[in-house]
């Protein structure tokens, strides 16, 4: 026999449509709708949701007015002060178009040549045993086992 709380978990996992129901349930299911009315006014709530949620449709949005509202604030901005054409239709030079992009080369050029000076580790310290940590050293042992890398 289910129990209420069963059923209203089958319920909330499944819905109503009684065919996606497990078929070793579906019979219990169906006994205790018969003989507890808690369980079938559930039931019913969630039929007639799923029926509304089958006809809803979504209501027609206007865009028009989204739009208008987006072009006026478009059209109420100021002329931007850096334009590249300027009213007699030449190019109008500043000093920005030039500096300003190979500024940001200079710096990543700098700190690469920074990067560069740093010592470079000499193969023969690398055997050395000083320039190990502790832990280092332990992990490094660990993969060994009589002379052999395993």
Request: charged share 25%; proline share 5%.
């Amino acid at each position: 026999m289910m129990t209420r709380d069963e059923f209203t978990d089958l319920l909330d996992l499944y819905g109503a449509d009684l065919s996606r129901w497990p078929q070793d349930r579906l019979k219990a299911a169906l006994a205790l709708t018969e003989k507890d009315t808690e369980a079938r006014a559930r039931f019913d709530s969630m039929l007639a949701m799923e029926e509304h949620m089958r006809a809803y449709t979504a209501p027609q949005s206007d865009l028009s007015a989204l739009e208008s509202r987006i072009l006026s604030a478009v059209a109420a901005l100021p002329a931007q002060q850096t334009a590249v054409v300027s009213e007699g239709g030449f190019l109008r030079w500043r000093p920005a178009f030039i500096f300003a992009p190979s500024g940001g080369l200079a710096v990543l050029a700098v700190i690469g040549f920074f990067i560069g000076m740093q010592p470079a580790i000499q193969p023969e310290k690398l055997m050395n045993a000083v320039y190990y940590q502790t832990e280092q050293i332990l992990v490094d042992d660990s993969e060994f086992y009589d002379g052999r890398i395993f």
